[in-house]
Structure formats: C-alpha cells, structure tokens
T-cell receptor
C-alpha cells in the first residue's frame, strides 16, 4: 500500500541527546514537510523540502535539522539545542501539481525525560 | 503573515444533528486554499474538505460542507447528520505558496468536537 510511515510511534529522549525521527513515503511525492503539534495548538512548520538535496527552514526551525538525500525519505533530527522538544511530530508530503493536497503520516510522540 | 482563528475551543452535538464550526483568517492574498482537517484520537490528520479561493461555489463532501465568505474572510464547516465517528479535533488551515515555506499549511488552534448519542 502507498502511504507515509513515521517511526518510531513513541520516542523518549534524555536531555542533551540528539534524536532522529524517521519519515518515509512511497507515493513518489517530491515535496515533504515536518510539522510540530503542541497540546491545544495547531501544527507549526519546522522544515520543508520541495526536491531532493534541497530544504528550507519553516517557522520554528531552531534546534532542528533535516536531510533529503532520497526522494522517499526526510528524517528530522531534534538536537540538544531545542529547548522544549516534547511534542507530537507529523510528516507530510505532496506532489507539485497538487501541492494543495498534503498527505500526513501517523506521527511520532517525542518525550524528553 | 497569515493567521487562522478558530474561536470555539470545544463543541458538542447530538448524533444525527447538524453542527457548524467557525474559522476566520487574515490575509492580503487573493488566491489561496482553505482546508478543514480532522484529527481523531488516533492523531492521524485526515483531510475533510478543500476550498479554492477563486471558486465562489462552496465545497461539499458528502455530509460536510463549507460556507466560504471571501470578503469576510470566513470559512465555516457544517457537519450534517453527525455521527459518533465525527468526534475529533477539527483544524482549519490556510495555504498560499510562499518563498520561505513552499506550500506549507498554516493551522488554527482547533475545535474539539464531541458527538453524543
């Protein structure tokens, strides 16, 4: 089945550690996005990538990094510089000629211990 | 910057009744997209309905319809014949291509809808 997968579903991190969240899609989509969701809030854009080997910062990129070496994959690293990383993280993708439709993965819940 | 406001943090409706969720937005753009997304307890984001700003006709998807008032910058969602499975958080979202964020979505804070038997 085509879709977007995110792993792990739950992730625990000690303070000072970097962690990487996985996002994979087999929809052949060019564009991929990372959003963060906090309780009582909508989603906020962290990073996005329109094509392989290119990505741009979103509204809340500080403390995060990404790579886009393959079309199917867009991993997000939460670094120790992110002061409040506990949140729900959602990955999405879209095709250029239907950029108005984004498909979301199931999300990863990150908790800092 | 575009802002999206959902003024109803929580709402409830009885099964089979109709409910309307409110959304207003602020933009200086003329061409854009508006969306309603549903997030059930599983937390999967599901697209409910989409509206292109250049279309005057209100979008409909089965029991879901919108009232799009471009001049008033209002985009409400009407759910008819509410079902228990409609219980979820509903997010209104705005999209316009921007150089620093591509086609990223700009979300409101959401409305929690509870459908009761």
């Amino acid at each position: 089945d085509g879709g977007i997968t995110q792993s792990p579903k739950y992730l625990f991190r000690k303070e000072g550690q970097n962690v990487t969240l996985s996002c994979e899609q087999n929809l052949n989509h060019d564009a991929m996005y990372w959003y963060r969701q906090d309780p009582g809030q909508g989603l906020r854009l962290i990073y996005y990538s329109q094509i392989v080997n290119d990505f741009q910062k979103g509204d809340i990129a500080e403390g995060y990094s990404v790579s886009r070496e393959k079309k199917e994959s867009f991993p997000l690293t939460v670094t120790s510089a992110q002061k409040n990383p506990t949140a729900f993280y959602l990955c999405a993708s879209s095709i250029p000629d239907r950029a108005d439709t984004q498909y979301f993965g199931p999300g990863t819940r990150l908790t800092v211990l | 910057a575009q802002t999206v406001t959902q003024s109803q943090p929580e709402m409830s409706v009885q099964e089979a009744e109709t409910v309307t969720l409110s959304c207003t937005y602020d933009t200086s753009e003329n061409n854009y997209y508006l969306f309603w997304y549903k997030q059930p307890p599983s937390r999967q984001m599901i697209l409910v309905i989409r509206q292109e700003a250049y279309k005057q006709q209100n979008a409909t998807e089965n029991r879901f319809s919108v009232n799009f008032q471009k001049a008033a910058k209002s985009f409400s969602l009407k759910i008819s014949d509410s079902q228990l499975g409609d219980t979820a958080m509903y997010f209104c979202a705005f999209m316009k291509f921007k150089a620093n964020s591509g086609y990223a979505l700009n979300f409101g804070k959401g409305t929690s809808l509870l459908v009761t038997p």
